[in-house]
């Protein structure tokens, strides 16, 4: 759909990926795969990252990375827009 509307796709975020089991830390996986034919990462999508389901992100309605910059969400959220701006700078998009 943005390919047809001209417009381009860094790539996406694949939300919800996964839950850290409260009981012993381990990845739950929340969601069974979605079929490879309704897939955006069949597509050739680059996946950014893949963010946990986690009370932490929405705690209290504060951005994780400025409650907890230091917990596992915020460093993905970081990651997420580290890769953002590497990718806008190969394209010679970079803001700074
Ligand atoms: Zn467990």
Redesign the pocket.
Known sequence: MFEQAGVPVLGAVENMAWLK??????R?TLFPPVRADRSIWSLGVHRLVAMPFSPEIAADGMPVVARNAKSAEAELFSELAAEVMAILGRLGLNPN
């Open positions: 089991c409260p009981d012993c830390g381990h739950l």
